[in-house]
């Protein structure tokens, strides 16, 4: 019966492929490397980072809160990983990713403003 010769085949085809597409269908891509979340305020002492410290290597995502960080103090400027951003309404992200650790200096424009956060290496 020729329907059984070609049935066979295709068969074990069919079931090769649905075993293998799982894994085909799995992202390429590896999980995304974690991001930190900190926070700049202002205060009367000058620039605050909530959490004060991150981890080498890993994209910083800074929210800068523009009700405490007003006038020049929005030009942030971190020399040690050549940020020089000014933020706005509607932009207040700052992205940077820290490539080196120890006491990472935080200033103004005008290096008015003052501050400072700590960056460690990775456990
Ligand atoms: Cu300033």
């Known amino acids: 019966m020729l329907w059984k010769r ?8 069919v079931v090769a ?5 799982p894994a085909l269908a799995a992202p390429q891509d590896k999980a995304p490397s974690k991001v930190q979340l900190v926070k700049l305020t202002f205060d009367d002492k ?11 290597g890993v994209p910083v995502k800074m929210e800068v809160d523009l009700g405490t960080v007003k006038g020049c103090m929005r030009t942030v400027v971190i020399n040690a990983f050549n940020v020089k951003q ?3 309404e509607g932009a207040t ?7 080196k650790s120890g006491k990472i200096d935080i200033i103004c424009g005008m290096n ?6 700590t960056v460690v290496d990775p456990k």
């Open 86 to 88: 000014t933020v706005k």
């Open 17 to 21: 492929l649905a075993l293998a597409a």
């Open 93 to 99: 992200t700052i992205e940077f990713t820290p490539s």
């Open 6 to 13: 070609i049935a066979a085949p295709c068969l074990v085809f």
């Open 112 to 117: 008015m403003g003052k501050g400072w956060f």
């Open 46 to 56: 000058g620039y605050v980072v909530t959490p004060s410290t991150m981890t080498k």
